[in-house]
């Protein structure tokens, strides 16, 4: 096991990185591939290549890190999913290509027990330095102050201007279905 929570993502390559090594000081490479859907199905869910690596990298270390330091120990639910994982989630046909940034390793689902999912969003919102997308994805008070997940996006340096947007994916009690509504909040009206 080595320790590259101090390389710069540049000088990282996958040939040289064992699952176990260190990328930030407290997580560790497997972790931003890791899919239980992906293992119990048996979809390949590696990083295609460095570029992917070097972005979960710079995630984890501006994203996951400062919410590690402040909040304690977790895993991301999700943070890397390959075209083929998607495809599985969202029920698509091969060749269906996905845009979200979890493709390109750009954006992490988070959980954090005991902290309520709407001010884990607005913690990030208010003390990230730098973000692309912070959505409040799911959360329904009425299922408990952890339902749903905070999805954060944030793209490195090489693939432009992060554009700190803030929405929430939530139900419209009056309709019924799911939409994105600007801004941070637990419900449409
Ligand atoms: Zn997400």
Not at 121 to 131: G, K, M, V
Not at 164 to 175: C, P, V
């Amino acid at each position: 096991m080595a320790n590259h929570s101090r390389t710069k993502p540049e000088n990282l390559s996958l040939a040289k990185l064992a699952p176990q090594d260190f990328i930030a000081p407290n997580f560790r490479l497997h972790e931003l591939t890791r899919s239980e859907i992906a293992s119990r199905l048996g979809v390949d869910n590696a990083f295609p290549g460095d570029r992917e690596l070097r972005a979960a990298v710079h995630l984890a270390r501006k994203v996951l890190q400062p919410l590690r330091d402040t909040f304690g120990g977790f895993t991301p639910n999700s943070v890397f999913r390959s075209q083929a994982l998607e495809r599985v989630l969202k029920r698509k046909p091969s060749g269906w290509l996905s845009t979200s940034q979890h493709t390109r390793a750009c954006a992490c689902d988070i959980e954090i027990v005991g902290k309520s999912t709407l001010e884990l969003a607005q913690w990030a919102a208010d003390n990230l330095p730098d973000y692309d997308q912070i959505i409040c994805e799911c959360y329904d008070p009425d299922e408990g102050p952890n339902s749903g997940w905070v999805h954060l996006s944030l793209k490195p340096p090489e693939q432009g201007e992060n554009r700190k947007q803030l929405l929430s994916y939530i139900r419209d009690m009056s309709g019924g279905q799911w939409l994105y509504v600007p801004g941070l909040r637990a419900s449409v009206g």
